[in-house]
Every structure is written in structure tokens, then in C-alpha cells.
């Protein structure tokens, strides 16, 4: 008789939309944090998915990933600018 081993598997992957559900926010906005480094993705060919429970590892450390930790100054300080999730203002002119 053959033995068979199982293995874990691995995390769901999600899409963007659900990511953006889940963040609240647009698609636009999470495919943004995705080329910042900001949020995990994997490439499949053309297409981007999220392991959806990484993500919710970023939610729970308030929005700083693993990936790109928050930088500290001199006193070790964090930084005072959250991350915003949101398209960058014009400037005036």
C-alpha cells in the first residue's frame, strides 16, 4: 500500500477587489501598494493575487508590512506620517 503525505496548504490568494474591500479603498490603491512593496503580491502571468491572510497581518500591525517596516529617526522614533491610502494631491500652481 502506497503512503501518501499531505501538506499544508497554502494561504487563500485573493484579487484586488477583495483586498480593497477588506482595506476600503479602490482597486487602484491596492494594485499602488503592491508596487510600493507595501502589501505581498504574487504575479501569476498577467494577473496579481494577495494572500489574503498576509493582509490581514498588515491590518493588524496598522497598515506597516514585513515587507518595507517602518523607518525609525535618530531617537528611534517611528515616523509621524501614517500611511494614507489614497491618490496623491495636485499641487497648486
Not at 507595501?38 to 497598515?63: H, N, T
Amino acid at each position: 500500500m502506497a503512503s501518501t503525505t499531505l501538506e499544508a496548504s497554502p494561504a487563500p490568494l485573493g484579487l484586488a477587489g477583495d483586498v480593497a474591500r477588506r482595506l476600503a479603498c479602490d482597486k487602484y490603491q491596492v494594485y499602488q501598494l503592491a508596487r510600493e512593496k507595501k502589501i505581498p503580491s504574487v504575479r501569476i502571468g498577467r494577473s496579481i493575487r494577495f494572500d489574503l491572510e498576509a493582509i490581514e497581518l498588515f491590518i493588524y500591525q496598522g497598515g506597516t508590512s514585513r515587507l518595507n517596516p517602518p523607518l525609525a529617526d535618530a531617537n528611534g522614533d517611528s515616523p509621524s506620517e501614517p500611511l494614507r491610502l489614497g491618490r496623491k494631491k495636485k499641487s497648486p500652481q
